[in-house]
């Protein structure tokens, strides 16, 4: 029993820490404590599935993750999901006027996003959007948020961009399917990341959904492999990216603004 759960503590390192270490995004910190969360999470979880020492909140949580679990088992409910929230049919109104919203952020976003990557400016490509993003008279702004390790999940730091719009907040991400990347992923798992559009744009609460659908994925794909969950992976860290507290900045960066309005003035002149 030992050896087995020891060999399956091992593979998921192997697969895993790695991955995480490669970075997930700009400021974000979790190299040195990997391994001891990782065997803090193995242990934790072995407690619980034995009865013993994981304590009530920790049983709890699981129960809960379980619960979670098996409302998306069907793989085609769970797509048809995804697929709703990333077109904007979450919304409990149906609400037309977000949507539209949504597409003018994605579009000038891909439109910037071609800019920075075929001018290869010096600051990062969140700042870039953003900055492309305020020219274009969108209130957005470089958010990083950062929390303290807990018993549940390894301490972090993460930036991204939002939007406000009229009172309304909405969460800008390129390659968001990155951040639910796994080893080996299931045959469905695989089908749910490939569904990720290029450009996500999305309230809080609809990224949150997400967020729960993928984590409950995740962790079915995982088991079905005999991997464990990494703690990096594990719902309460990838929500504590864009959930919790952060500091929001929008930088006035003229030259950068100057710069990014002229090489588009320079590329609308080639056409």
């Known amino acids: 029993m030992a050896r087995a759960a020891f060999r399956r503590l091992t593979a998921a390192f192997d697969d895993d820490a790695g991955r995480a270490r490669e970075g997930e995004g700009e400021g974000e910190g979790e190299s040195l404590a990997d391994l001891s969360d990782l065997v803090a999470s193995f242990l934790e979880r072995e407690g619980v599935m034995r009865g013993g020492g994981g304590g009530e909140d920790a049983e709890e949580e699981m129960r809960r993750e379980e619960s979670e679990s098996s409302c998306w088992s069907d793989s085609e409910t769970a797509k048809d999901k995804l697929l709703d929230l990333f077109r904007g ?32 400016f010096s600051e990062g490509l969140k700042r870039q959007l953003v900055i492309s993003l305020r020219l274009k008279g969108f209130d957005a702004g470089l958010c990083k948020s950062s929390w303290d390790r807990t018993r549940r999940r390894p301490a972090g730091a993460y930036e991204y961009v939002d939007v406000n719009v009229e009172g309304t907040r909405y969460i800008v991400e390129v390659s968001l399917a990155g951040q639910f990347e796994i080893a080996r992923p299931s045959d469905h798992y695989a089908s749910l990341v490939g569904a990720f559009p290029p450009v996500f744009v999305g309230r809080p609460d609809e990224l949150n959904q997400v967020i729960r659908l993928m984590c409950a994925a995740m962790k079915q794909s995982l088991r079905s492999t005999g991997l464990l969950l990494p703690p990096w992976r594990k719902k309460s860290y990838m929500k504590a990216k864009w959930l919790s507290n952060h500091k929001r900045t929008t930088p006035d960066d003229a030259t950068g603004a100057r710069r990014l309005a002229a090489v588009r003035h320079e590329c609308l002149a080639e056409i």
């Open 89 to 120: 049919c979450g919304d409990a109104d149906g609400d037309v006027v977000s949507d539209d919203v949504k597409r003018k952020i994605r579009t000038e976003v891909e439109a910037a996003r071609g800019l920075v990557a075929k001018n290869g």
